[in-house]
């Protein structure tokens, strides 16, 4: 079995993977970084409240108030900002790939070069709307563009990446989850309760499995 893609990387592919890195090798490392950021934001915001309740700005708000906004738009835009810069290093000729996957591997070529790969180095999988965004370290990853696929269906090449490399399609969700509670109550509401319990012998509840499963497919934008 083969799959290809034609894959442009302009800087909505661009901006894609740098979300596909971020959401996954680097998950851990931007949560930290949005929380410290989160915490200067809130910090000078409260310092700011109390000088103005005093009437007492100066230059000095003024200056962590510019700081507190540009905090704030390079963290909501810093996949553009990685995605531009990334752009501005692309070699000339390596603005488009063709990606072929087989059985053993895939390769990826460009007018300029070509590269063969392993599934094995894959280290994590991630998938947008219109992407497969293949991650191979913290600083660099591969995209394939769904729109460019020709050939099979996205449904057969997401279960074959995901045997291929072994990645699940997103992380377990124990059984105490209570985070389908909602799921079951819209369920009850609609009167689904009683027709679940006839079919079944069950009643609707949070701690079965069936809502779970339902939640990742709806939130499987990012798996790893």
């Not at 959401?23 to 000088?51: G, P, Q, Y």
Request: net charge positive; proline share 2%; charged share 30%.
């Amino acid at each position: 079995m083969t799959f290809r893609f034609e894959t442009d990387y302009d800087l909505e592919t661009l901006t894609a993977m740098a979300k596909g890195i971020r959401r996954t090798v680097r998950k851990k490392r931007s949560c930290l970084v949005h929380i410290f950021a989160a915490l200067v934001v809130l910090m000078e915001a409260f310092f700011l409240l109390m000088d103005l309740r005093k009437n007492a700005l100066d230059v000095g708000d003024v200056l962590a108030l510019i700081a507190v906004l540009a905090i704030i738009i390079v963290v909501r835009t810093e996949d553009r900002l990685n995605a531009r810069t990334a752009r501005a290093r692309l070699l000339p000729g390596t603005e488009h790939a063709s990606t072929v996957f087989d059985e053993d591997g895939y390769t990826v070529k460009t007018s300029v070069n070509e590269g063969r790969w392993q599934y094995k180095q894959i280290f994590a999988v991630a998938e947008t709307e219109r992407y497969f965004i293949l991650t191979l370290s913290k600083d660099y990853a591969q995209a394939v563009d769904k729109e460019g696929m020709q050939g099979g269906s996205t449904a057969k090449f997401r279960a074959f990446i995901k045997e291929k490399t072994g990645k699940p399609v997103y992380p377990a969700i124990v059984w105490q989850c209570r985070r389908t509670a909602d799921k079951i109550n819209a369920l009850k509401k609609d009167g689904f309760d009683k027709v679940i319990r006839e079919r079944t012998g069950l009643i609707p509840d949070a701690y079965f499995s069936a809502t779970k499963i339902c939640w990742i497919l709806e939130h499987k934008k990012y798996f790893h």
